[in-house]
């Protein structure tokens, strides 16, 4: 038991308060305690010895008058553990919910937690952290065209047996030399960027299936009782502690019980920009995890959450609840959490999640935030969310993902839509339209979203929906919608024209100005098989649309599949080697683009000047979306080195040629020139 301690309430502790206006701040005698709580009767800060034990010593805190209680405790309370009791209004109503629960810290740095779906947090006490980042500083380029961004799962990166990391699923099995998989992975591929799903400490756990729970949930949607993908944050200043070494993902275990993921997790980052690797947050604000004791449902439901007529959640975003960004202290914690990830931890930028249900004020203050930190901070909206608005982020500059170029290029389902690189028009492209792509989705021209390339995250495929692997397989073979797979290595080794396709996307993609994403495994057609994991579901061995549910191999990386696609993934290197070589092709402006071939709408044609940057060559691109004719395209004057055909691709010239080149079908070129 936490003894008896001397205390002082006190509403002139704000001198304490430079940084991180809430949560606890640990002095050299002493520790402050504030927590924004406007309609609370009263609160009580509750401290305990031990996550176990049952029974703390509570403090009463006293309320100033902006809504803020806090209390000064004169001891130094690191390694103790607490929470608030927080006793509701004298009258309220389903806008406030009153609750006999301990509430954590939703300023947290770390949480001690209980591996079910209520989680039980307790706030862990930490001390000011002594970590040696070595000089490391952020690695952002200036001109955020020249990313190369590799979306993935943290622990997709080295769960797999063929990743041969003897730590998987760890922030310190993501830096294990000698493996296949992890860091060695991403400098293999020769990306710039990772961009981690989310590491907020989320909600891992779900409800047990088709079994109601006390609070009255009933799961009837998800047999795996796991959110594996993260897309439930609980704490927004907690990196999740799974991954840390003391981690767990077994039932019942308890966890954060020490600053180790903290401290891993800074591993990670400071290695990766050793390697010159920016890292990329996914961060989820627009909603909080559902099913566990979320501290902000009980701090203040009906200030903290957009509500209905009747004091119910509004749910926009699909997942149970919508954060009121606009709230003022709703707002300052997302900024404040912004500000801890890049001041305490140097993560470079954000892609933040169904943005569109973040208000524009706050929007605005995030980029000031962030940009006040570091001028070069990567912000990505996914532009989704009660609406669809690249354009609106564009104006606020913030780049988003492109759905236009994902869509026109791979198309949006692969039975009723696929697009370009199967010779088809998705219903909303246009020639102009494919034309557009390529300068960077611009706004003033055919189905243009964007200001400037600069804010066009140019992508075919991501987490959600089907990989682009096996987005090409249904394409090619619509009866492998729902429907088991028989042979598992046949289904993964792409035909020879399925091969063919799955290039001259990449083409497509690696060619057209702005910022490039590739998702986890594209480039080797990684497939999406569901694999059992003890739930049996009846889709077992079906290709998986939306895996976001299971922590097995559906989602691991199988390094040991490279081999199935080894020409693919090469192509990939090579388009990633040649990208970065090529500024022209990444930032070139937009009226030194021009296209030929005019009668044939699927013969993509385009020469890219590059006097208005710093390459010293000029590019001309073709790309062939007929999958039954091949075409004769007539080359401008002089000799050109082949960069990229339908074999190979790279910075090194394939040949040198001049006057005339075919392409077979579903095949493209890439042509440079030295520029006279």
Same mark, same amino acid.
């Given at each position: 038991m936490v003894k008896d301690l001397e205390l002082l309430t006190s509403t002139d502790t704000d001198f304490y308060f430079d940084e991180y206006e809430m949560g606890n701040t640990p002095l050299e005698s002493s520790t402050v305690f504030r927590i924004f709580c406007p309609r609370a009767r009263k609160l009580e800060v509750e401290l305990f010895d031990s996550y176990k034990q049952k029974k703390g010593a509570r403090y009463p805190m006293e309320q100033d008058a902006n809504g803020v209680w806090n209390v000064l405790i004169k001891s130094n309370?690191?390694?103790?553990?607490?929470?608030?009791?927080?006793?509701?209004?004298?009258?309220?109503?389903?806008?406030?919910?009153?609750? %006999?629960?301990?509430?954590?810290?939703?300023?947290?740095?770390?949480v001690t937690t209980r591996n079910t779906y209520r989680q039980e947090p307790k706030t862990l006490i930490v001390g000011e952290q002594d970590y040696d980042w070595e000089d490391d500083e952020f690695v952002a380029p200036d001109d955020h065209r020249d990313l190369i961004i590799y979306e993935s799962h943290l622990k997709d990166l080295t769960a797999h047996a063929s990743s041969k990391c003897k730590k998987p699923g760890t922030y310190k099995g993501l830096l294990q030399k000698k493996q296949k998989g992890g860091l060695a992975h991403l400098k293999e591929l020769g990306v710039n960027a990772v961009e981690f799903f989310p590491l907020h400490k989320y909600a891992y756990f779900e409800p047990p299936?088709?079994?109601?729970?006390?609070?009255?949930?009933?799961?009837?949607?998800?047999?795996?009782?796991?959110?594996?993908?993260?897309?439930?944050?609980?704490?927004?200043? *907690?990196?999740?502690?799974?991954?840390?070494?003391?981690?767990?993902?077994?039932?019942?275990?308890?966890?954060?019980?020490?600053?180790k993921a903290i401290r891993e997790y800074k591993d990670v980052i400071k290695s990766l920009h050793k390697e010159g690797i920016s890292v990329i947050m996914d961060v989820v604000y627009n909603h909080v995890s559902q099913y566990d004791l979320n501290p902000f449902k009980f701090i203040d439901k009906g200030y903290y959450f957009r509500l209905d007529q009747n004091d119910n959640y509004i749910t926009e975003s699909g997942c149970g609840n919508d954060f009121r960004t606009e709230a003022p202290m709703a707002r300052e914690m997302i900024c404040d959490s912004i500000k801890y990830w890049m001041e305490e931890f140097h993560v470079d930028g954000f892609r933040f999640d169904l943005a569109n249900l973040i208000d524009w004020d706050t929007v605005d203050a995030i980029r000031e935030t962030a940009r006040s930190i570091n001028p070069n901070a990567i912000l990505i909206a996914e532009p989704w969310g009660g609406g669809y608005d690249p354009t609106g982020?564009?104006?606020? %500059?913030?780049?988003?993902?492109?759905? @236009?170029?994902?869509?026109? *290029?791979?198309?949006?389902?692969? *039975?009723?839509?696929?697009?370009?690189?199967?010779?088809?028009? @998705?219903?909303?492209t246009s020639r102009l339209s494919l034309e557009n792509f390529v300068r960077g989705t611009l706004e003033n021209s055919a189905n243009g979203r964007f200001r400037s390339s600069r804010h066009s995250v140019n992508y075919l495929a991501s987490h959600d929906g089907y990989t682009l692997g096996d987005f090409i397989r249904i394409a090619m073979d619509n009866d492998l919608v729902n429907q088991p797979v028989d %042979?598992?290595?046949?289904?993964?080794?792409?035909?020879?024209?399925?091969?063919?396709?799955?290039?001259?996307?990449? &083409?497509? &993609?690696?060619?057209?100005q702005g910022i490039t994403l590739v998702h986890e495994g594209q480039p080797w057609a990684h497939s999406k098989i569901i694999r059992p994991n003890g739930a049996n579901p009846s889709d077992a061995y079906q290709l998986d649309h939306n895996s976001y549910e299971k922590d097995n191999e559906t989602n691991y990386l199988n390094f040991s599949d490279i081999?199935?696609?080894?020409?693919?993934?090469?192509?990939?290197?090579?388009?990633?080697?040649?990208?970065?070589?090529?500024?022209?092709?990444?930032?070139?402006?937009?009226?030194?683009?021009?296209?030929?071939?005019?009668?044939?709408?699927l013969l993509v044609t385009f020469y890219v000047l590059g006097a208005d940057t710093s390459d010293p060559n000029d590019y001309f691109v073709s790309l062939n979306g007929n999958i039954d004719e091949e075409q004769t395209i007539n080359i401008p004057g002089g000799e050109w080195e082949v960069m990229a055909d339908n074999e190979r691709a790279g910075n090194e010239p394939i040949e040198v040629i001049e006057d005339t080149y075919t392409l077979r079908p579903a095949t493209g070129v890439i042509l440079r020139k030295l520029r006279d």
């Open positions: 309370l690191v390694g103790k553990l607490y929470g608030y009791r927080i006793t509701p209004p004298e009258h309220h109503g389903n806008d406030f919910i009153a609750t %006999d629960e301990l509430v954590a810290d939703p300023y947290s740095k770390i299936f088709k079994e109601k729970t006390p609070e009255g949930y009933f799961n009837t949607w998800n047999p795996y009782e796991r959110n594996y993908w993260g897309y439930m944050s609980s704490f927004y200043f *907690v990196p999740e502690t799974m991954y840390a070494s003391d981690g767990s993902n077994k039932t019942d275990k308890i966890i954060g019980t020490s600053d982020f564009s104006q606020h %500059d913030f780049a988003a993902l492109n759905d @236009q170029i994902r869509n026109g *290029v791979k198309g949006s389902d692969p *039975v009723h839509a696929p697009g370009f690189i199967f010779g088809k028009w @998705q219903h909303e %042979d598992i290595k046949e289904i993964k080794e792409l035909s020879e024209e399925a091969l063919k396709i799955a290039k001259l996307g990449a &083409l497509y &993609l690696f060619t057209s081999k199935l696609n080894k020409e693919l993934y090469n192509y990939y290197k090579g388009l990633i080697a040649f990208r970065k070589s090529a500024a022209a092709i990444r930032k070139g402006k937009p009226e030194n683009i021009g296209y030929q071939y005019f009668k044939d709408a």
